[in-house]
């Protein structure tokens, strides 16, 4: 019973983290960029600097009717919370390359709900790279 329990995790947790699912972002314009979808986050490159993405997702995570309740600023990356009807929890992190050759390129993550949401997550990406 115990090494079936065990084992039962083990395999839950693989799935969990080892499941990476690529994401086109635009395929209507043939750009070659790609999400992931990484145990329920969907992360994204964006070409501009956080600030910029910052005030843009605020902006648009009002617009689509979601209800901020927090952010969390640092050196490299803006966090930023927020409820949708069902209350439901929506994290947008964003992060600054570290790198200086794309010091304009940054990181977005999104995660809706406990284990993720692929469509809704690209919904809210699309709406701020279209902002922008």
Known sequence: MKVTLITLLAICASIFTGCTTPVAIDPLTGQEQLAEYRAGFFYAPIDAPIGQIFKTAIRELDDLGYFRTGELHKDTAISIYCRKVGDDKITVRITQQ?????????????????????????????????AL
């Open 98 to 130: 570290t790198d200086p050759e794309v010091a304009e390129e940054s990181e977005i993550r999104i995660r809706v709900g406990n284990l993720g949401n692929l469509a809704e997550s690209q919904v809210i990406y699309a709406r701020i790279r279209d």
